[in-house]
């Protein structure tokens, strides 16, 4: 019942997958092949063991920091995730009404039940990143980013880890689709009507596998608004990310729903950071629980983290209040982390804090 005490976020996982329909519990939870990245995004937080610090005086701390030059109230946002109208009725309204509440930022996903005029109408005074897929017809990739850019969206996120989408095995049993009466609102009456085969009530072959590094010259052609890449999980392609002048990386493996085998987000962000050197702003999202995990990101050098299903769950739990009360907790636990290993803010939070012969 909606009144039971929430605790922490797994108990917002128990209720999502108590009251969802089955099918739209697995298309949320669902992970690529084995789920062996899905579920070590989740384990490598575990294997990590902090440093403590004592007698620093922590009757004061501060959550905040800033992302792009923006403060927010503490270093988690909201990953884009698609379809929330399956798991609350006013779905991305409510998300982007609970973010604007809590004071940080939400990446709308092209993948919306709701358009995005109606999510800045919602909360007009949120900030606001939107998280883009490129379209074969490049047009209506186009037409999206000047639209979010006109509408007041403060980046644009390029997910670049989804040429095809991964192999989610619950989904293809389930035969996963959008219900009839929700639609991806962003491009109503566009892409809807294209015929061909269907993947997720989506047509099939709408994104673009030809993309590659010179596509994001394309993007910065369109815009002024900085460009994060999602999706990178090397230094390798890190480096190309800075080379080609974008302003902020998301370490992710998209929560492990594409290449399972992959590395745990946490396990590859050291070496993106080290290769970055505080050129561009490093992100990180995937596997994030509880404060303690946000901690440990923070201290191997994320700027700030994303969650991606918890938030879900919060929509499922009860809309707009359930997703503020996950970024609450989660808020609590940071600030509470924090203080038990001796950091009074975030600029505190540092490598010292890992005790790396453990790894
Ligand atoms: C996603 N993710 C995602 N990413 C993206 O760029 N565009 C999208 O539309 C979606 N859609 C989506 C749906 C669902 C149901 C999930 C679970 C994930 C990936 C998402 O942004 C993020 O990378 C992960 O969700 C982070 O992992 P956690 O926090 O879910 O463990």
Redesign the pocket.
């Known amino acids: 019942c909606a009144e039971m005490a929430m605790v922490c976020l797994t108990d917002f996982e128990e209720y999502a997958k108590e009251h969802l329909s089955k099918a739209t519990w697995d298309?949320?939870?669902?992970g690529a092949d084995e789920c062996c990245t899905?579920d070590d995004?989740?384990l490598a937080y575990k294997r990590i063991r902090l440093r403590p610090r004592i007698l620093r005086d922590v009757s004061v701390s501060d959550t905040r920091t800033t992302v792009q030059g923006t403060e927010i109230s503490f270093p988690v946002g909201i990953?884009?995730?698609?379809?929330h109208c399956m798991a609350w009725h006013e779905g991305e309204m409510a998300t982007a009404r609970a973010a604007e509440a809590v004071n940080t930022c939400y990446?709308t996903?092209?993948?919306s039940t709701c358009s995005v005029e109606e999510i800045v109408a919602a909360a007009p005074n949120g900030y606001r990143w939107f998280?883009l897929?490129v379209y074969r017809d490049r047009k209506l990739s186009e037409s999206i980013v000047h639209r979010v850019e006109a509408l007041g969206y403060k980046a644009l996120?390029l997910?670049v880890?989804?040429p095809y989408t991964g192999k989610r095995r619950d989904d293809i049993r389930n035969q996963f689709k959008l219900p009839p009466h929700l639609k991806v609102k962003n491009f109503d009456g566009v892409i809807q009507e294209a015929a061909g085969p269907e993947e997720y009530g989506i047509p099939a072959n709408t994104l673009d596998p030809s993309i590659s590094w010179k596509d994001v010259y394309w993007l910065q052609s369109l815009t002024r608004l900085p460009i994060v890449i999602?999706?990178i999980l090397t230094k390798e392609d890190a480096e190309l990310a800075v080379e080609h002048g974008v302003q902020g990386i998301?370490v992710?493996?998209?929560?492990?729903?594409q290449l399972d085998g992959g590395p745990a987000t946490i396990d590859a962000l050291s070496e993106i950071v080290d290769t970055v050197q505080g050129r561009i702003e490093v992100y990180l999202?995937?596997?994030?629980?509880t404060g303690s995990d946000v901690l440990k990101a923070v201290a191997l050098g994320a700027k700030c983290v994303?969650?991606?299903?918890?938030a879900?769950w919060g929509l499922a739990y009860k809309g707009e209040d359930g997703v503020r009360e996950v970024l609450q907790i989660l808020n609590d636990e940071f600030r509470l982390s924090m203080a038990l290993s001796g950091c009074r803010n975030v600029a505190e939070i540092n490598r010292n804090l890992i005790q790396f012969a453990k790894l």
């Open positions: 298309y949320y939870a669902a899905r995004n989740l990953a884009p995730t698609a379809f990446i996903s092209t993948y998280q897929y996120v997910t880890d989804v999602k999706g998301i992710s493996n998209h929560g492990g729903r999202d995937g596997g994030i629980r994303f969650i991606g299903r918890p879900v």
